[in-house]
């Protein structure tokens, strides 16, 4: 189910990906006009504002407000036509362009250089959608375009906001991806850091320094409802794996949701039958879901866990979130500004203590990962040599009972008691690594070596030839012979054999480890008795 899960929801981000792409490749709004300046922030009142029907105004200046010269008026439009006009000659219009991608001009900012000699200017505005037409605007006037960093700084701060958001996001994203290439992460964290992601980018594209920027005010307007219908489901499957509540179906059904919600809402908007902005409220009630589920997520985890650092932090958090998004829908449905800086900042300061507790939550099941590994390998390691120890070797030999064409090379230390009675225990010590160390140079490519025992160590050869083994074992008498000619105080002896697993012969490798005992102590027993004529 959650894979099913996951799948749906990551085919979801590629069908809003394409239709983005696709938004900005072939969607557009018309938009005439005779010159285009920037203005700055001076506010400027209408006259008279008439009401000529129900999504239709009318605002009406004086020639007087625009005496001087290379005068732009400046407003912000959202989900409206526009035509201006200039002693009854239009002079500059936005209306959209009927395409699959919508049929609205989107929200933008509009720029008119306004004639000095002018006795009267109209704009006219007509509401695509109802929702909007109650709506009045706001106007300013400036002198040059260097008055647009006028509308940069109002928009700064809120720009760095969106921009810090997106950055954790993308870093959650990072860390989720590189730490599991050593151990497995939780998914919450890669959950979280799409969250995050998406409500940078989201509100990124909401800020008036996005709105100078893009051009194409048809696309950006159709990104940022595609990212909000992104982000329900990622943030409810990061509560659900982070705090782990009982249920197990309120995160899944909130996920399905907005996948269904997404592909739907991208079908009747391209229909033409209900476009994002008329469709928006069903995405609302999505996000609204997850607050009430983080809050039954956490009493349930307080029950459990007590009143712990994760708890108190997340019941801060929930508090910042209501409010930030309270703030972000009243934004939408009554005040409708470009961005609202209190409700993004709310978001960001959420993020920031969340983003703190998950990192910080999977750094510590990484490190106790870590220490499990750790603590694995010593357990399958020799201390002395470096090589796989005994309980390795057993669990190889018990997941290989009938491994075709491998061999194994049983060795053994002549003399290795002689050695500790005669020297001491570290020259035993170094009797054993520096005939491992031989073992590895003439047997480590593309084998595996164990110590089998006290004086015993083997080699796994998978898909070994007969010549290889031969040329391995002239490798090793060649290195026994060079360290001996050295006149060492201790002469390293090793005797050696090794057998190939057959299906014919061997019930188990286990029979073909007892064959290469056996050929190993042919051996040893012709050294031995070389080495006492």
Known sequence: MKKLLSGSYYFAILIGLIFIICGFLFAGNETSFRKREVAGKQTITPQSVEQIDKMTKEYIFSGDDFRQENVTLVFYSIHLRVAV??????????????????????????????RPDCDQVVVRTEAVYQRVSSETLSFYIGESVNEVLSLIRGSALAAVVCVLELAIGISLILYYVIANREINIDNYVLYFGLFALFMGAWSLNETVMMA??????????????ILIMLMPAPFALFVHGFLMPEDKWIAGTISLLSVVNMVACILLHMA???????SATFTHILMALGIPYLGCALYHYVKKHGMNKIAKTNIVGIV?????FLADITS????????????KTGFLVYICLLAWLAASDSMEKLHEGQKAAIYKELALKDILTGLYSRNAYDEWEKDHLHPQRTAIAMFDLNNLKKCNDKFGH???????????????????????????GGDEFCV???????SSIKGAMERLSELQEQYNVAK????????CGYAFYDDNVDCSFVDTRKRADTYMYENKRRLKERGER
């Open 212 to 225: 100078l920027l893009i051009p194409n005010v048809v696309a950006s307007s159709n990104l940022g409802y």
């Open 320 to 324: 910042i979130l209501f409010v930030a």
């Open 426 to 452: 570290e020259a035993g010590d170094a009797y054993l690594k520096t005939a491992s160390e031989m073992i590895t140079n003439a047997f480590a490519k593309e084998n595996t070596i164990y110590r089998i």
């Open 488 to 495: 060492n105080s201790v002469k390293v002896e090793i005797a």
């Open 272 to 278: 033409g039958i209900l476009e994002f902005r008329e």
């Open 332 to 343: 939408f449905y009554i005040i409708s500004s470009v961005v609202d800086v209190l409700g």
């Open 460 to 466: 796994i050869m998978p898909d070994a030839q007969e």
């Open 85 to 114: 006009y200039e002693d009854g000659e239009k002079i500059y219009e936005v209306k959209p362009v009927s395409s699959v991608f919508g049929k609205t001009p989107g929200s933008l900012w509009n720029f008119i250089e306004i």
